[in-house]
């Protein structure tokens, strides 16, 4: 078997959560550049929209197939389960990716009122009914199609905040009291912790049904964030820069392919060695 043989998604049907955003588009790229499908599914309509343009114009001959779904509703994760089943035959892989990102860096618009001391109870439910319920129910869903069939791959895209705690320095904004300073949000730690968990539990559940589970681990990505906030992040990062959003594609492939047939409940980092600091 040649390595070109090992990293091929050839018609794997690879379905993508949260893959209007950021990170999920690039995701869609990388298993479009390896030969199989990005199944995109999210709750922008307009970014699905987009974010289909976008990768057909990159991929004129590849597949894109897109579904405006809510995961934190299993039903609506049942009747996409359906669809492909009946249009494919089959689920390979699933990147639970979706998440509420709080932008930390701009604006402090009352940041300060997701402070620990007071968060919201309706925000930490909202924000693990995203992260962490939802990834829980497309495993469940998408996982039993795999289950039936043998074989599948689970990657959970946790953050180097699910080995770390945040460093809230680097939040700060000049002339705020302490009460209004922002900060990244305790729902942000518990859910990435929680989501290497989750991989470990699958990855043993699983084992014996031919389904690996992984989790990435990718660190802060350039997407024009002011400058001070960059500065304050980089000299955290060994590699003194941040990510570039396609900086991630190559372990994707990685990790959803044969490349990693012997890997399963893995953590993998990748954060310019922000975490060995
Ligand atoms: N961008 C970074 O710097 C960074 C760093 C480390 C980890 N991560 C993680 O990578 C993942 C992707 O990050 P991103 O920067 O692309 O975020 P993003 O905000 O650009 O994308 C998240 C997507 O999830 C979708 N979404 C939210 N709730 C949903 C729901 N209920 N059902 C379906 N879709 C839903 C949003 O509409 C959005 O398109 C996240 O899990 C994030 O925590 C990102």
């Known amino acids: 078997m040649t390595a070109t043989d090992l990293f091929s998604l050839q018609d ?17 790229e990388a298993v479009l550049s390896a030969g199989g499908i990005p199944v995109l599914l999210d709750i922008s309509k ?12 990159a991929y004129p001959e590849g ?25 494919y035959g089959r689920i390979d892989c699933l990147i ?39 990834a829980l129910l497309c495993a469940q869903v998408f996982g039993e199609a795999m289950a039936k069939a043998k074989q599948g791959v689970i990657l959970n895209i946790s953050s180097d905040l699910g ?12 002339g705020l009291t302490e009460e209004e300073q922002t900060v990244k949000p305790v729902t942000y730690s518990v859910i990435k912790h929680g989501l290497i968990g989750l991989t470990k539990y699958l990855a043993t559940y699983y084992a014996d049904k031919g389904i690996r589970a992984n989790t990435l681990c990718p660190a802060g990505v350039e997407n024009g964030q002011p400058e001070d906030f960059v500065e304050k ?11 570039k959003p396609e900086e991630y594609m190559g372990t994707i492939v990685y990790l959803l392919s044969d490349a990693s047939r012997y890997m399963t409940g893995s953590t993998v980092i990748v954060d310019g060695g922000r975490t060995c600091w």
């Open 12 to 28: 794997r049907i690879v379905i993508i959560t949260g893959g209007a955003g950021l990170l999920g588009g690039k995701h869609a």
């Open 46 to 57: 307009e970014g699905l929209k987009a974010a289909k343009k976008r990768l057909l114009a």
């Open 63 to 87: 597949k894109v197939e897109t579904f405006l779904a809510d995961i934190t509703d299993r039903a609506q994760l049942e009747t996409i389960r359906e669809a492909l089943m009946g249009q």
């Open 96 to 134: 639970n990716n979706a998440a509420n990102n709080p932008k930390m860096e701009g604006p402090a618009e009352n940041m300060g009122a997701i402070r620990f001391e007071n968060f919201p109870l309706n925000i930490w439910q909202q924000d693990i009914a995203v992260g962490l319920t939802g």
């Open 163 to 174: 080995i770390i705690a945040p460093d809230q320095r680097i939040y700060k904004k000049e």
């Open 233 to 243: 992040l980089t000299n955290l990062v060994p590699m003194g820069r941040m990510a």
